[in-house]
């Protein structure tokens, strides 16, 4: 029963660890004054997450690796240091996110830039997401009085439709003649030279 308890626990730290990157410090993980490379601008091209080791390889009897604080990382200060490691082949794990400072114990060290700072990213594996604000409802139109609610436009003036269907003229009868049109001025004038000729031609005639 112990067996299959075992592997199950080595399974898991195999899965909790298998995203983890071993950092060797410099790029070569060599900690002395004789490395080549400035271990902060190293530092500044690489990503650091929760998980990640540095490796630090030294003499024992000679160098250590100390983890400080900002302030005791600019002034090489060695008085209060966070953690300290001199077994040779330090290897540190980084739990925590933010910025991290290592001197060398050696203060003369230090100062000739045998000392490094990094910065761990934030762990967003297990960020929550925060539910987005609640939009407001959008604003209802105004309402209007109760008179004016049911009102109806007035309606538009129509034209007048044509009379399909006029009505016919009045028939004359025999008893309604129509009335004979009026003469006018020229005709009763040739009427009364005519009737004045026949008068006189009468009287002519019959005195003689």
Known sequence: MKRPMLGLFSLFLIIQNVHAYQFKVGGSGDWSLASSTSYDQWAHKSRFQ????????????????????????????????????????????????????????????CKHNEKLVIIVLADRSNHTTSNPPSSSPPASPPTLPPSEQFASPPPAPSAPEPDLNPAPAPAHSDDNPPPSPTPNGASSMVGNFFSFFGAFVGFVIFNF
């Open 50 to 109: 929760i998980g990640d080791t540095l490796l630090f390889n030294y003499k024992a009897n000679e160098d250590s690796v100390l983890q400080v604080t900002e302030a005791d990382y600019k002034n090489c200060s060695s008085a209060s240091p966070i953690a300290t490691y001199s077994d040779g082949h330090t290897l540190i794990t980084l739990n925590q996110s933010g910025p991290h400072y290592f001197i060398s114990g050696v203060v003369d060290h």
